[in-house]
């Protein structure tokens, strides 16, 4: 909060209060509160006054699922369905739909990735759902304005991608290009600078691969080599985000499971990586698990292919799976998530 301005933030009130009352508001208030006056507006857009409530415990961490939308009417079963953006709330729960992407009104591109950076969500890549041909679009959605914007492009086009962030920036590593050749590349996106850089290369290619931030490392787990297409790996490369480097890391995921949406960022005690479809049967299927914090896990997935999709909170790593109750509208398919911290 050093060198910012935020004086007399709140009429007859020292300043020092004043911005303790605005750090105490929830995030759902922003928007209202951001219009009552320019100084406002510009300190609940700040990032100083992000870190401020981040530090002073006041920020808030919600689920963003990509989640299939209840069909329209006239849709034929044979279409694909079409897919929005999810905001559970696990203290409150409850569950709200972010507005759509201006350029995708009908759906988000199918198989785009998200990720979470400073209270922001950063969506990026997938298929354009009309021509099913990879996109390199990036958008970032904030909080409190309830407005997504354009962010640069992606560098090239790849698809089934890992990807995380970490300190203002978000990671992606792996995936295949528009001929089905498998990734062993990675970069890097600023959101704040709206750039991107190139990292170096893994050990290995790694198409379908998942990532996940444990610590200040970036995991991209498994995955499979173009010569190799469904073989899923047991192994990860690990990036440390102090030193710029790879490391590989051996006999951190069961070979021939699709990590998918599915990796906890925990390491067993056996040296494995959690896996959420192993958790229960009632999620073996089908499964997506954002951890909310360090006790809180959503986790959905199905007993069966074929079965209704199921909502749970497991609280703890080894704690039980606790069904909640969901809106039928939604319950839809949840293709990936990830927790904002808002």
């Not at 990032?47 to 209840?70: E, I, M, N």
Request: charged share 25%; with cysteine.
């Amino acid at each position: 909060m050093e060198g910012s301005e935020f004086t007399e933030l709140v009429p007859s009130l020292p300043e020092e209060l004043g911005l303790e009352c605005l750090t105490r508001l929830p995030y759902t208030a922003h928007r209202v509160a951001s219009r009552v006056c320019r100084r406002w507006r510009e300190l609940l857009q700040s990032k100083d006054f992000y870190h401020h409530r981040r530090k002073s415990g006041h920020t808030h961490k919600v689920a963003c699922l990509v989640q299939a939308l209840p069909s329209a009417t006239g849709r034929k079963r044979s279409e694909s369905p079409s897919y929005g953006i999810t905001v559970f709330d696990p203290v409150s729960e409850t569950w709200e739909r972010v507005d759509p992407v201006p350029k995708y009104p009908d759906g988000l591109p199918l198989f785009s990735q998200m990720a979470s950076c400073e209270g922001k969500l950063v969506l990026m890549g997938g298929w354009d759902p009309a021509t099913y041909n990879p996109v390199t679009d990036v958008f970032v959605y904030d909080f409190t304005t309830r407005r997504w914007r354009r962010g640069n492009d992606m560098p090239s086009k790849r698809s089934f991608f890992a990807i995380g962030a970490f300190s203002g920036r978000v990671y992606i590593a792996g995936g295949h290009d528009e001929s089905k050749n498998a990734l062993e590349s990675a970069w890097v996106y600023d959101m704040r600078k709206d750039e991107w850089a190139e990292l170096t290369r893994m050990s290995q290619e790694r198409d379908e691969c998942e990532g996940v931030v444990i610590g200040n490392e970036f995991w991209v787990v498994s995955g499979y080599g173009t010569e190799s297409q469904g073989g899923f790996e047991g192994s990860a490369d690990v990036y440390d985000f102090g030193s710029g480097n790879w490391t590989r890391m051996d006999m951190v995921w069961e070979p021939g499971r699709c990590p998918r949406s599915s990796v906890g960022d925990v390491v067993r005690k056996d040296g494995k990586l959690v896996s959420w479809a192993e958790s229960d049967s009632a999620v073996r299927v089908r499964t997506c698990g954002v951890m909310l914090g360090t006790k809180l896990t959503l986790v959905t997935g199905s007993e069966y292919q074929g079965a209704p999709q199921g909502f749970y909170i497991v609280d703890g790593q080894n704690g039980k799976l606790a069904r909640i109750s969901v809106p039928d509208e939604f319950s839809g398919f949840v293709q990936s998530g990830c927790c904002v911290e808002i």
